[in-house]
């Protein structure tokens, strides 16, 4: 038998990617599955990025780019957010990655000594304290409250913060409960002293309010934030795994190396497709986010007439977060109940940490027509299953 390290045992399931395999092998017996268990856009990607990905194909673009990405592509990441933020920086401190998560993998390396300290929100990301242990950091969770609209609280990230703090990490709009953090709240975070690392992944889906970036609250270049992005979501780009870190210069090299050495460079083709999405995709976006929103409303209305709590409806990303403890105290059995009953792919809140323990997240990246079979699907297994059972408060 082989013997793997603890570091690899100990590492916990992303219980969303569960679900989803699970909802497969059902497939595969013959079950019509309806997936809201995974972030992952239902829509195309845009068709000039298809078509200059085509163009790097035929003119044979197929090889090794540089380890940080193609300058091209670097220079449009930085004119993109000058555009959008008017926060300016240089081209160089963009590091292209195979996606969001390998960027946030080498991030975390290169920042943190074994017992580290990476203060985060409680519920957040399923990955981020997984990332955070696994090269050796301590995650310290932060609780954050539905009736604070799910937003981290600077002064209790301020008690949190000791000798061992390297960074601040937040995720605005966030998974899994789709809330902004706001504008004020931001700065303040900024001004508390370790280094902010900013996941905007979801910025550009968002439905109400204004998105920030971490950047626009700093007076010029800085050494103390990080953005994290990439073209997965906003562009329904999730194969192509294309991602993005903006760091300080002192990181670059060190970056660099790790890039070089673990991933060699970007997918050549993705880059190519993706500086097409930075520069022409625009109508494309503002279509897809429309029918995001129209989705949201919809399944907000839907959930709560089914008697699930929603205090404080999502104004972002595309998840709706809702209270499900009036049904079962497990949200892990409850999510899997539903699948294997009602064939509809839900994820157990406790994926994303203990404070997101007694409700289900779902997300409607999914067409509307099927967003409203999976409603119907839900409403017929509470009604066999929990007759009556309504969330109180």
């Known amino acids: 038998m082989v013997e793997c390290c603890r570091r690899a045992k100990d590492i916990p399931p992303f219980i969303a990617m569960d679900v989803l395999e699970r ?84 991030l975390f390396a290169a920042l943190l000594e074994p017992g580290d300290e990476v203060i985060m929100a409680n519920p957040g990301y399923a990955c981020y304290p997984n990332v955070v242990q696994f090269v050796g950091g301590t995650p310290v969770r932060v609780d954050v409250f539905e009736e604070d609209g799910w937003q981290l609280r600077p002064e209790d990230i301020a008690r949190c913060v000791t000798e061992r703090t390297r960074a601040i990490l937040i995720n605005s709009p966030a998974n899994p409960t789709g809330h902004l953090l706001s504008a004020e709240r931001m700065a303040e975070i900024a001004r508390l002293g370790p280094m902010v690392v900013s996941d905007e992944i979801y910025h550009g889906l968002v439905y109400e309010g204004r998105e920030n970036s971490i950047f626009e609250f700093f007076d010029g270049p800085t050494d103390r934030a990080v953005v994290l992005s990439g073209f997965s979501k906003l562009y329904a780009m999730t194969g192509w795994r294309l991602g993005y870190l903006v760091v300080p210069p002192g990181l670059v090299r060190v970056l660099q190396k790790m890039s070089q050495n673990f991933f060699i460079c970007p997918p050549s083709v993705s880059q190519w497709a993706g500086l097409a999405a930075l520069t022409c995709a625009d109508e494309d976006v503002a279509r897809m986010r429309s029918i995001y929103d129209e989705r949201r409303r919809f399944m907000i209305q839907r959930l709560r007439e089914m008697g699930f709590s929603l205090k404080s409806p999502p104004t972002g990303a595309f998840y709706v977060l809702v209270g499900a403890r009036h049904l079962a105290a497990s949200s892990y059995e409850l999510a899997f109940d539903i699948l294997e009953r009602a064939h509809v792919g839900v994820t157990p809140g406790i994926d994303f940490g203990p404070g997101a323990e007694g409700y289900l997240r779902f997300t409607y990246a999914n067409s509307l027509e099927n967003i409203g079979r999976a409603m119907d699907r839900l409403e017929e297994y509470l009604a066999q299953n929990y007759p009556g059972k309504r969330a109180t408060g």
Do not use: K
């Open 23 to 106: 909802s497969q092998e059902l497939e595969r017996a013959g079950a019509d599955i309806i997936h809201l268990e995974v972030g992952e856009p239902d829509f195309d990607t845009p068709e000039c990025a298809l078509e200059a990905a085509r163009a790097a194909v035929a003119d044979n673009q197929t090889h090794y780019t540089h380890s940080l990405g193609l300058w091209p592509l670097r220079e449009a990441i930085a004119a993109y957010h000058h555009r959008r933020y008017g926060t300016t920086f240089s081209a160089e401190q963009v590091v292209v990655t195979a996606g969001t998560s390998p960027g946030m993998l080498i």
